[in-house]
């Protein structure tokens, strides 16, 4: 893919998930990453996996291989003053610095927006954290299972009443509003290209579920109530609903425009004799009817397995999807061919496969330049390219500086 970012340096000073995967997005743009971590501990991401979360994980740890490539890591405790010394050297030279450290900490770090912009009045100081940064919470710690998918009303609107909440998958709300933080320094960067300005750029969790849940927030303050809760409200247009086959695989339609579509998907699957059937031949007894259909429908699909359904639906206008699990999707013809998901050759475990982020330039997909590295292995190269000496290098190992 092209590297519209190749020659942009983005500093990350970040664990976790959400602020770490805009970094991942950049860095599939071709910026040049370097993430700091601390040299012992480095990333929490890192022992998250094998710790046992993942039974079987056999030492791979996903996210890290997901999130870290294309990055070069540096272990560098920033609570020595060495080490901030290297961070500070770091900032010089870099366009993009990249942040969740809570505010505490970076005003006790010396790493806030007003010290970095002294050193680099150009750079770009992107953070990301849990509820925005003003108001009463805003220095408080936030996982998007809490800012973004409880606080930020997603869990309610998917729970039906009287039921277990339900829970986010992995990294959900991380990831969309990694990809929002990714948008604002790119559009950050366009504002610096025509005003030779830095400037601060800001994303939390809560802001990405308020966005994502623009629909039901913007409609419950228009009309003083709530939009249904997901899985309620029967099936009035049995063209949106969700289908299975004789093999036990969901059928997902989704065709709004129900009265457009109907003459449509009817002929597709060999069927116009529903639309004579008196009980359904016009719209008003077809809305009327809605659960009817739904039901003769449910039956209709039954009968084949879901790739005999694909190959009639798919020859027609109809709008479905097949209902996938995460094992199927690498396998779906249009993930392969637009390159959704990226293979590699990882040095140490061989034929590797990650997904890519959304964005394409130039009709091509993003590719994996390099692998994720090891906690500090990067460590040496960059110092030395900041002109440290192998003594100074020697020395800043030696009092635990760096690793």
Request: hydrophobic share 40%; proline share 6%; with cysteine.
């Amino acid at each position: 893919m092209l590297q519209i970012l190749e020659g942009i340096r983005l500093i990350e000073v970040a664990d976790w998930g959400f602020v770490p995967s805009a970094a991942t997005v950049l860095g599939d743009w071709g910026a040049d990453i370097i993430k700091i971590e601390h040299p012992v501990r480095g990333d929490p991401m890192r022992g998250l996996v094998t710790s046992g979360l993942v039974p079987g994980a056999h030492g791979v740890n996903f996210f890290v291989e997901h999130l870290s490539r294309n990055k070069r890591s540096i272990g560098v405790d920033l609570n020595q003053p060495a080490g901030r010394d290297i961070l500070y050297r770091l900032v010089d030279t870099a366009d993009i610095f990249l942040t969740n450290f809570l505010p505490a900490a970076r005003r006790r770090l010396g790493i806030t927006y007003e010290d970095l912009r002294q050193r680099n009045p150009r750079i770009i100081y992107a953070k990301g954290h849990g509820q925005g940064q003003k108001g009463p919470d805003a220095e408080r710690g936030g996982y998007d299972g809490c800012s973004f998918w409880a606080r930020g009303g997603i869990a309610d609107r998917l729970t039906r009443p009287g039921q277990p909440l339900v829970q986010q998958r992995a990294a959900f709300g991380d990831f969309t509003g990694g990809m929002f933080l990714a948008g604002g320094i790119a559009g950050a960067l366009y504002h610096r290209e025509r005003s030779g300005e830095g400037l601060e750029v800001d994303v939390s969790l809560l802001g990405n579920a308020v966005w994502i849940m623009a629909p039901d927030i913007v409609a419950a303050m228009t009309y003083g109530f709530e939009l249904p809760q997901s899985g309620l409200g029967g099936t009035p247009n049995p063209l949106v609903n969700t289908y299975w086959s004789s093999d036990g695989k969901g059928i997902v339609l989704m065709m709004l425009q129900s009265e457009r579509f109907w003459p449509i998907f009817t002929a597709a699957v060999g069927r116009a004799d529903i639309l004579a059937d008196s009980r359904f031949d016009t719209p008003e007894k077809r809305q009327g009817e809605g659960a009817a259909l739904a039901e003769q429908l449910a039956a209709l699909f039954a009968t084949r397995t879901r790739a005999d359904w694909a190959a009639l639906l798919n020859a027609s206008e109809c709008i479905w999807a097949p209902l996938q699990s995460p094992a199927e999707i690498p396998d779906d013809p249009q993930v392969v061919e637009n390159g959704y998901v990226m293979g590699f050759d990882h040095p140490a475990h061989g034929q590797f496969r990650v997904t890519a982020s959304p964005v394409q330039f130039g009709n091509e997909a993003p590719t994996v330049r390099r692998a994720a590295s090891e906690l500090g292995a990067d460590t040496e190269a960059v110092l030395l390219e900041l002109g440290y000496t192998w003594e100074e290098i020697a020395q800043h190992k030696e009092s635990g500086a760096i690793c």
